[in-house]
């Protein structure tokens, strides 16, 4: 599934994942490929994600720009603040207020 992580300033990731692990509002949910269609507010916490096939986009704090990279099961982690999780037609649209990577 194509998933997008999105802050008011900029892209935080965007690629293929296999999974991804969500905090929301009435406890942590995770999504994985073909989910039913769903929109969901989520809270402070941490986002876990594992890469699937082809290439990804994420933002790294050290270069304060996009790496690409093209690493498939690789278990990425992100610390977000509240936002929404909107999942549709196997593309996954997450808007946060904040977030930063936690390698």
Known sequence: MKISVLTPDRT???????????PGADGS??????????VSS????R???????????YYDEETSGMTKEA????SLTFSIDRGFVEVL???VNLLVQ????MR
């Open 12 to 22: 935080i990731f965007t690629g293929n994942v296999s999974r991804v692990a969500l």
């Open 29 to 38: 949910f995770q999504l994985l490929d073909n989910h039913a269609p769903l």
């Open 42 to 45: 989520l809270t402070a916490g």
């Open 47 to 57: 986002i876990t994600m594992m890469t699937g096939t082809g290439e990804y986009s």
């Open 71 to 74: 690493t498939p099961n690789r």
């Open 89 to 91: 037609n196997n593309e």
């Open 98 to 101: 904040g977030a930063r990577n």
